[in-house]
Protein backbone atom coordinates (compact mmCIF):
# COMPACT_ATOMS: atom_id res chain seq x y z
CA UNK A 1 0.00 0.00 0.00
CA UNK A 2 2.79 2.31 0.73
CA UNK A 3 4.54 1.51 -1.76
CA UNK A 4 1.32 2.17 -3.99
CA UNK A 5 0.89 5.43 -2.62
CA UNK A 6 4.15 6.43 -3.24
CA UNK A 7 4.56 5.49 -6.65
CA UNK A 8 1.03 8.03 -7.03
CA UNK A 9 2.61 10.89 -5.07
CA UNK A 10 6.15 10.39 -7.52
CA UNK A 11 3.95 10.44 -10.90
CA UNK A 12 1.71 13.32 -9.94
CA UNK A 13 5.46 15.49 -9.44
CA UNK A 14 5.76 14.31 -12.84
CA UNK A 15 3.21 15.84 -14.07
CA UNK A 16 4.51 17.58 -17.79
CA UNK A 17 2.85 20.85 -16.10
CA UNK A 18 4.96 20.74 -12.87
CA UNK A 19 8.25 19.51 -14.60
CA UNK A 20 7.35 23.24 -16.14
CA UNK A 21 6.68 24.59 -13.33
CA UNK A 22 10.05 23.25 -11.67
CA UNK A 23 11.68 24.62 -15.00
CA UNK A 24 10.38 27.96 -13.79
CA UNK A 25 11.54 28.09 -10.27
CA UNK A 26 14.71 27.46 -12.27
CA UNK A 27 14.51 30.19 -14.81
CA UNK A 28 13.75 32.61 -12.00
CA UNK A 29 16.43 31.82 -9.68
CA UNK A 30 19.12 32.24 -12.52
CA UNK A 31 17.59 35.63 -13.58
CA UNK A 32 17.20 36.85 -10.18
CA UNK A 33 20.79 35.27 -9.36
CA UNK A 34 21.82 37.73 -12.71
CA UNK A 35 20.05 40.96 -12.58
CA UNK A 36 22.49 43.36 -11.24
CA UNK A 37 24.39 42.65 -13.91
CA UNK A 38 23.11 41.43 -17.00
CA UNK A 39 19.48 43.30 -17.18
CA UNK A 40 18.83 41.66 -20.32
CA UNK A 41 19.20 37.92 -20.01
CA UNK A 42 17.58 38.89 -16.70
CA UNK A 43 14.23 40.29 -18.98
CA UNK A 44 14.60 37.53 -21.19
CA UNK A 45 14.47 34.52 -18.18
CA UNK A 46 11.38 36.01 -16.17
CA UNK A 47 9.33 36.81 -19.54
CA UNK A 48 9.83 33.42 -20.58
CA UNK A 49 9.53 31.87 -17.11
CA UNK A 50 6.38 33.85 -17.54
CA UNK A 51 5.02 32.75 -20.77
CA UNK A 52 5.43 29.40 -19.40
CA UNK A 53 2.77 30.24 -17.25
CA UNK A 54 0.70 30.04 -19.56
CA UNK A 55 1.80 26.90 -21.35
CA UNK A 56 1.77 24.92 -17.64
CA UNK A 57 -2.02 25.11 -17.48
CA UNK A 58 -2.71 24.48 -21.81
CA UNK A 59 -0.24 21.17 -20.76
CA UNK A 60 -2.71 20.48 -17.72
CA UNK A 61 -5.88 20.55 -19.57
CA UNK A 62 -4.28 18.54 -22.70
CA UNK A 63 -3.27 15.89 -20.99
CA UNK A 64 -5.95 15.70 -17.95
CA UNK A 65 -2.80 16.52 -15.67
CA UNK A 66 -4.42 19.56 -13.50
CA UNK A 67 -3.25 18.47 -10.02
CA UNK A 68 -3.62 20.79 -6.69
CA UNK A 69 0.06 20.89 -6.15
CA UNK A 70 0.48 22.31 -9.50
CA UNK A 71 -2.05 25.21 -8.94
CA UNK A 72 -0.41 25.86 -5.93
CA UNK A 73 3.28 25.59 -7.33
CA UNK A 74 2.13 28.16 -10.43
CA UNK A 75 0.56 30.66 -7.50
CA UNK A 76 3.38 30.58 -5.79
CA UNK A 77 6.17 30.90 -8.34
CA UNK A 78 3.92 33.70 -9.52
CA UNK A 79 3.66 35.63 -6.37
CA UNK A 80 6.99 34.91 -5.36
CA UNK A 81 8.64 35.97 -8.75
CA UNK A 82 6.26 39.32 -8.77
CA UNK A 83 7.67 39.88 -5.95
CA UNK A 84 10.94 40.13 -6.04
CA UNK A 85 11.02 42.12 -8.94
CA UNK A 86 8.86 44.60 -6.92
CA UNK A 87 11.50 44.24 -4.25
CA UNK A 88 13.98 45.20 -6.43
CA UNK A 89 12.03 48.06 -8.20
CA UNK A 90 11.88 49.62 -5.04
CA UNK A 91 15.05 50.41 -4.46
CA UNK A 92 16.03 52.13 -8.26
CA UNK A 93 12.30 54.42 -8.23
CA UNK A 94 10.88 56.76 -5.70
CA UNK A 95 8.81 56.79 -3.43
CA UNK A 96 10.00 52.93 -2.47
CA UNK A 97 6.30 52.90 -0.70
CA UNK A 98 4.56 52.74 -4.21
CA UNK A 99 5.83 49.29 -5.28
CA UNK A 100 6.03 47.62 -1.74
CA UNK A 101 2.27 48.96 -1.54
CA UNK A 102 1.54 46.71 -4.78
CA UNK A 103 3.78 43.79 -3.27
CA UNK A 104 1.60 43.77 -0.08
CA UNK A 105 -1.57 44.50 -2.01
CA UNK A 106 -0.93 41.57 -4.65
CA UNK A 107 0.01 39.02 -2.03
CA UNK A 108 -2.84 39.97 0.39
CA UNK A 109 -5.17 39.74 -2.81
CA UNK A 110 -4.42 36.15 -3.39
CA UNK A 111 -3.99 34.63 -0.13
CA UNK A 112 -7.33 36.00 0.54
CA UNK A 113 -8.85 34.99 -2.63
CA UNK A 114 -6.86 31.44 -2.42
CA UNK A 115 -8.42 31.42 1.68
CA UNK A 116 -11.92 32.39 0.73
CA UNK A 117 -11.93 29.36 -2.03
CA UNK A 118 -11.05 27.05 1.07
CA UNK A 119 -13.66 27.99 3.08
CA UNK A 120 -16.38 28.34 0.10
CA UNK A 121 -15.52 24.78 -0.74
CA UNK A 122 -14.26 25.72 -4.73
CA UNK A 123 -11.83 23.98 -6.17
CA UNK A 124 -10.14 26.70 -8.12
CA UNK A 125 -9.52 30.15 -7.21
CA UNK A 126 -10.87 31.69 -10.42
CA UNK A 127 -14.36 30.55 -9.50
CA UNK A 128 -16.26 33.53 -8.97
CA UNK A 129 -19.28 32.33 -10.87
CA UNK A 130 -21.12 33.76 -7.63
CA UNK A 131 -19.72 36.72 -7.05
CA UNK A 132 -21.95 39.98 -7.75
CA UNK A 133 -18.93 41.87 -9.37
CA UNK A 134 -18.78 42.46 -13.11
CA UNK A 135 -15.51 42.97 -13.72
CA UNK A 136 -14.30 39.93 -11.18
CA UNK A 137 -16.44 37.93 -13.00
CA UNK A 138 -15.23 39.22 -16.41
CA UNK A 139 -11.39 39.09 -15.36
CA UNK A 140 -11.78 35.33 -14.71
CA UNK A 141 -14.33 34.33 -17.20
CA UNK A 142 -12.51 35.69 -20.22
CA UNK A 143 -9.38 34.12 -20.84
CA UNK A 144 -7.88 36.64 -23.11
CA UNK A 145 -8.77 39.56 -20.75
CA UNK A 146 -7.17 38.09 -17.96
CA UNK A 147 -4.01 37.08 -19.99
CA UNK A 148 -3.90 40.70 -21.39
CA UNK A 149 -4.11 42.28 -17.54
CA UNK A 150 -1.36 40.12 -16.51
CA UNK A 151 0.98 40.63 -19.49
CA UNK A 152 0.98 43.47 -19.34
CA UNK A 153 1.51 44.22 -15.73
CA UNK A 154 4.84 41.85 -15.82
CA UNK A 155 5.67 43.68 -19.55
CA UNK A 156 5.21 46.96 -17.33
CA UNK A 157 7.49 46.33 -14.57
CA UNK A 158 10.20 44.13 -16.56
CA UNK A 159 10.81 47.57 -18.67
CA UNK A 160 10.73 49.39 -15.34
CA UNK A 161 13.80 47.40 -14.59
CA UNK A 162 15.25 48.00 -17.84
CA UNK A 163 14.75 51.74 -17.70
CA UNK A 164 16.27 52.08 -13.98
CA UNK A 165 19.41 54.29 -13.62
CA UNK A 166 22.00 54.10 -10.97
CA UNK A 167 20.17 56.52 -8.74
CA UNK A 168 16.99 56.61 -8.11
CA UNK A 169 14.27 58.13 -9.35
CA UNK A 170 10.73 58.81 -9.69
CA UNK A 171 9.03 56.42 -11.62
CA UNK A 172 6.95 59.06 -13.99
CA UNK A 173 10.16 61.22 -14.60
CA UNK A 174 11.65 57.82 -16.37
CA UNK A 175 8.89 57.06 -18.24
CA UNK A 176 8.01 60.46 -19.42
CA UNK A 177 11.94 60.66 -20.37
CA UNK A 178 11.72 57.90 -22.14
CA UNK A 179 8.47 58.77 -24.25
CA UNK A 180 10.95 62.04 -25.26
CA UNK A 181 13.69 60.15 -26.36
CA UNK A 182 12.11 57.87 -28.22
CA UNK A 183 13.49 54.93 -26.42
CA UNK A 184 12.26 51.87 -28.21
CA UNK A 185 10.46 50.70 -24.80
CA UNK A 186 8.02 53.74 -24.07
CA UNK A 187 5.63 52.25 -26.57
CA UNK A 188 4.86 48.64 -24.86
CA UNK A 189 5.59 50.85 -21.55
CA UNK A 190 2.51 52.87 -21.95
CA UNK A 191 0.18 50.39 -23.86
CA UNK A 192 1.12 48.48 -20.75
CA UNK A 193 -0.25 50.67 -17.86
CA UNK A 194 -4.30 50.01 -18.65
CA UNK A 195 -4.10 46.06 -18.24
CA UNK A 196 -1.44 47.16 -15.15
CA UNK A 197 -4.43 49.75 -13.67
CA UNK A 198 -7.20 47.38 -14.77
CA UNK A 199 -4.74 44.31 -12.45
CA UNK A 200 -4.67 46.85 -9.88
CA UNK A 201 -8.21 47.24 -9.45
CA UNK A 202 -9.24 44.12 -9.72
CA UNK A 203 -6.31 43.06 -6.77
CA UNK A 204 -8.25 45.53 -4.49
CA UNK A 205 -12.13 43.98 -5.58
CA UNK A 206 -10.70 40.75 -5.23
CA UNK A 207 -9.37 41.20 -1.52
CA UNK A 208 -12.56 42.92 -0.52
CA UNK A 209 -14.87 40.49 -2.26
CA UNK A 210 -12.44 37.23 -0.52
CA UNK A 211 -12.59 39.20 2.56
CA UNK A 212 -16.47 39.61 2.87
CA UNK A 213 -16.32 35.46 2.20
CA UNK A 214 -14.05 35.06 5.15
CA UNK A 215 -16.94 36.96 7.45
CA UNK A 216 -19.96 35.37 6.63
CA UNK A 217 -17.77 32.33 6.75
CA UNK A 218 -17.69 33.41 10.52
CA UNK A 219 -21.05 34.73 10.72
CA UNK A 220 -23.21 31.67 9.25
CA UNK A 221 -20.91 29.44 11.68
CA UNK A 222 -22.06 31.49 14.60
CA UNK A 223 -25.71 31.36 13.92
CA UNK A 224 -25.36 27.53 13.74
CA UNK A 225 -27.03 25.76 16.77
Not at 34 to 49: E, I, M, W
Not at 102 to 131: E, P
Not at 142 to 147: D, G, I, P, S, T
Request: aromatic share 14%.
Amino acid sequence: MAKTSTKRTLSVYLYIPNIIGYVRVLMNCVAFACCFYDKKLFAVLYFVSFVCDGLDGWFARKFNQVSTFGAVLDMVTDRVSTACLLVILSQFYRPTMVFLSLLALDIASHWLQMYSTFLAGKASHKDVKDSTNWLLKAYYGNRLFMCYCCVASEVLYIILFLLAGNEPESVINVLVNAVKQGSLLSLPAVLSLFGWAIKQVINVIQMKTAADVCVLYDMNRKEKP
